[in-house]
């Protein structure tokens, strides 16, 4: 069974601030992807990230960049000077094996305050 | 660039109705996922379709039921709806190609359902 833990479930931060939302994974499949999804209050999903479990190099996108670790089964995401409109929920999710739905963790609500 | 199509947006109906949850893929999407978010949780997947077939089933009660058409919308049908049937769906649709590692979920906006 697939199973994704994020620990903190609320931060608050001061804009610019640096800020890290954790994530952790279980599963027996060696073939898996990682996700990272933004639901901000509007309520969509927005795709963020994919990762693969045979890649593990780190990925940075303008203020945002992913920490993939398969030897503690994590893939943490974080923000670099932080801004208002990054103050959203956000999701980290895994498919794992011949499974195609994704396994999402209970989300990270981030308050980024002016 | 064009997105998933969820209607209606937003419906309201009274205990035990029925509801029908219309999603129109991302164009040469041919797999459709539903997955459904209560108040302050995280999506559950519910059922997905691949060319028009079921491939996977999740968390779907019985009283639901879904179905994937040759252009690829998909219907998400819901009867005797219940108070714990309010949530927000959604759908998602990706291109399965030849390569799972292209399988990217892109999800609609929701259809946000209030049973009263």
């Known amino acids: 069974a697939q199973k994704v833990t994020q620990a903190q479930t609320e931060i608050s931060v001061v804009e610019k601030e640096d800020v890290t939302l954790d994530c952790v994974y279980e599963t027996r499949d060696t073939t898996y992807y990682l996700f990272w999804y933004k639901q901000p209050p509007s309520g969509e999903l927005v795709f963020l990230i994919r990762r693969n479990s045979f890649d593990e190099q780190n990925e940075i996108s303008g203020r945002y960049s992913w920490n993939f670790q398969k030897s503690t089964s994590s893939f943490n995401f974080t923000i670099t000077a932080s801004q208002v409109v990054d103050s959203a929920v956000y999701f980290c999710a895994l498919r794992a094996g011949s499974a195609r739905q994704l396994t999402f963790g209970s989300g990270t609500q981030l308050t980024v305050l002016p | 660039a064009a997105g998933v199509i969820q209607s209606p947006r937003h419906l309201i109906k009274e205990k035990r109705e029925t509801a029908t949850l219309k999603c129109y893929p991302i164009p040469r999407h041919d797999t459709v996922y539903w997955y459904q978010q209560g108040p302050g949780q995280d999506p559950q997947f519910l059922i997905s379709?691949?060319?028009?077939?079921?491939?996977d089933k999740g968390s779907i009660p019985d009283r639901f039921s879904a179905q994937q058409f040759s252009d690829y919308h998909s219907e998400l049908n819901m009867s005797s709806l219940e108070l714990g049937d309010s949530a927000l769906y959604f759908c998602a649709s990706s291109p399965a190609g030849a390569n799972p590692g292209t399988d990217t979920q892109y999800f609609g906006p929701g259809t946000r359902l209030t049973v009263l």
């Open positions: 379709f691949y060319e028009k077939m079921q491939s």
